[in-house]
């Protein structure tokens, strides 16, 4: 099935630094959901963007919706170890039946 | 946020034999139910959509004969992986929602390892 251009596929950094990914799709999607998923469970849901343009924070996390409903970006500042883990993003089309569309994932490691 | 719990977490089965995975939401009814398998390194991929009291609706190159799914009741969905191959060994994970424009919750997944 067709997935999201989700970059960078993975990232080292230190503790206390800023980090930035993003998903980029050739198509149009309604709604973009950033998940985590840890080492052997499901994913949770982080942020869930629902209108073009949107910016939504949650925590240290921030989020936005591309104006052309066809990327949007997560960042997450002043990381801490616990921050490790696998980041997600998903696409929602109504057209689809309301199916999540996910990126490739994006594995961030944290060094203490 | 409402709880989808998966049962078992972890399951291992011989080569040709059966094994049911069970989702459950906890604390709300699922008119909807998702089925994602995932290997390792890879991301999630849809499986199939299961409402409750129809038939799933799979994707496409899943086997329906092979995965079978039961959506009988508004809190439970289960898969059943039949004549399980080792190719078959994944992460099996479920997600449920209220109704259509709501938020849908994963379960913690399932673990399945053929050998």
């Known amino acids: 099935g067709q997935q999201l251009n989700q970059s960078p596929q993975s990232m080292f950094i230190q503790e206390g630094e800023d980090v930035s990914m993003n998903c980029t799709s050739s198509s149009i999607f309604n709604t973009w959901l950033w998940y985590k998923q840890d080492p052997g469970e499901g994913p949770v849901l982080l942020i869930a963007l629902y209108k073009a343009g949107e910016l939504t924070s949650n925590g240290r996390l921030t989020a936005q919706f591309g104006i052309t409903r066809k990327d949007s970006f997560l960042n997450i500042s002043a990381s801490i170890p616990s921050d490790v883990g696998i980041y997600f993003c998903a696409g929602q089309r109504e057209t689809s039946g309301s199916r999540l569309t996910f990126g490739e994932g994006t594995q961030l490691t944290v060094n203490p | 946020g409402a709880v989808v719990s998966q049962h078992p977490s972890w399951v291992i089965c011989k080569s040709g034999t059966s094994v049911k995975i069970e989702c459950r939401s906890l604390?709300?009814?699922?008119?909807?139910m998702f089925w994602y398998r995932q290997f390792p390194k890879q991301s999630l991929m849809l499986m199939a959509t299961s409402n409750e009291g129809s038939k799933a609706t799979y994707e496409q190159g899943v086997e329906k004969d092979k995965f079978l799914i039961n959506h009988a009741s508004l809190t439970l969905s289960t898969l059943t992986v039949t004549s399980a191959h080792p190719e078959d060994s994944s992460f099996y994970i479920c997600?449920?929602?209220?109704?259509?424009?709501?938020?849908?919750?994963f379960g913690q997944g399932t673990r399945l390892t053929v050998v």
């Open positions: 997600s449920a929602r209220w109704q259509r424009n709501t938020e849908a919750f």
């Open positions: 604390d709300f009814q699922a008119t909807t």
